[in-house]
């Protein structure tokens, strides 16, 4: 990689490669943009199959930071960590008291959150070395409801748009991923009274959420090629590609997983195909509005009406698309562009 090329393009303004041998701990942040207010982006914990693998994952994620936050409209930039290693280690003080230094040697210029793989109860591990972290347990906790409640209220808003009503009533929905953010997502779909299609790498994950909604549980690479009107891909990115495009039967893409576009080129495939995609980074904006709202001391109802305005955001995307011509993806950034520029 050549990195400081890479930077240039995407438009970093710092990146900090982080390392500790005496407890294994081997960090990356990045920090976008701070035109906003502080960069904000969660950390990863995660094992990657090469440095390059996550440095380009930390990028990608920081730079999607900045456009999320500035389209929520959140005084915010755009950052995010990585924590390179196995995310199932039971000796998490040691390598999250010294992530937590790495942050707060930045200053205040980057606050961090949960993300994949980590926890409420890390973030408490981190806090003991930077007051610059969100998610603690006792206050926002986890932003899970509050995100799934945003893309829920993105799959109406998607609706509204294809089929001229936000009723989902009957509609059925696939969900790809029972996480967190799978599960809340599925219990306000089944109450809205959609019929759900549901698939997760963990099984007994998958089992509880049908349980509870009644979803129809497939396995694998089945859940894109489901006979349903609308995918919520809520597990990791890249799943909407050269393979899983042709198998896809749906409508409307609206989930809650970031960088569901495994290259920017599927989302005008999908337009191609008349497929509506509600771009992921405005979707699933409740978790950084969950934490935003604990650094600006908002109580919890208040960060729930806030993600409940992602309909209209979506809404608005959606309006930019027809109004210049160009995909749902494209019309995102340029919402976020209009709002950086104005900064």
């Known amino acids: 990689m050549k990195l400081f090329d890479t930077l240039a393009t995407m438009g970093h303004e710092e990146v900090v490669l982080c390392s500790d041998p005496s407890c294994g701990y081997r960090g990356i942040i990045a920090v976008h943009s701070t035109k906003l207010g502080p960069a904000l982006g969660g950390t990863r914990f995660w094992q990657y199959a090469s440095d390059d693998e996550a440095i380009t994952d930390a990028l990608r994620l920081s730079r999607g930071m900045t456009y999320k936050n500035a389209v929520a409209g959140l005084n ?13 280690t039971n000796d998490r003080e040691k390598i ?10 930045l200053g205040g210029r980057y606050i961090t959150a949960e993300d994949v793989g980590t ?17 603690l347990a006792g206050k926002s906790g ?50 809205a009274g959609a019929q759900l299609i549901i698939s997760d790498i963990d099984p007994e994950r998958a089992k509880k959420v049908a349980s509870a909604t009644g979803a129809k549980i497939v396995e694998g690479d089945a859940i894109f090629s489901a006979d349903a009107d609308i995918f919520a891909p809520c597990a990791l990115g890249g799943i909407i590609n050269d393979k899983t495009i042709p198998m896809l039967k749906v409508e ?7 960088n569901q576009l495994l290259e920017e080129r599927h989302g005008d495939i999908l337009t191609e195909k008349g497929i509506l995609y509600a771009p992921d980074y405005v979707a699933n ?16 109802q208040r960060a729930l009406d806030k993600a409940d305005d992602i309909y209209d955001t979506i809404l608005k995307v959606f309006d930019i698309s027809k109004k210049e011509g160009i995909p749902t993806y494209r019309a995102a950034d340029r919402l976020a562009e209009q709002r950086l520029a104005a900064a």
């Open 76 to 88: 915010l930039g755009g950052g995010k960590s990585i924590i390179m290693g196995d995310n199932r």
């Open 96 to 105: 999250f008291r010294a992530h937590g230094r790495f942050v707060e040697s």
């Open 119 to 135: 926890s409420t109860a890390d973030m408490d591990f981190v806090h003991l070395e930077t007051g610059h972290v969100a998610g």
């Open 142 to 191: 986890d932003p899970s409801p509050v995100t799934a409640h945003g893309v829920f209220r993105s799959v109406q808003a998607s609706a509204k748009e294809k089929w001229g009503s936000d009723d989902l009533s009957g509609k059925k929905v696939s969900i790809m991923g029972c996480g967190h953010v799978g599960q809340y997502l599925a219990g306000e779909l089944h109450g």
């Open 252 to 258: 409307i893409v609206s989930g809650g997983a970031n």
């Open 285 to 300: 904006a409740g978790g950084v509005i969950n934490v935003y709202g604990e650094v600006s001391g908002w109580d919890a």
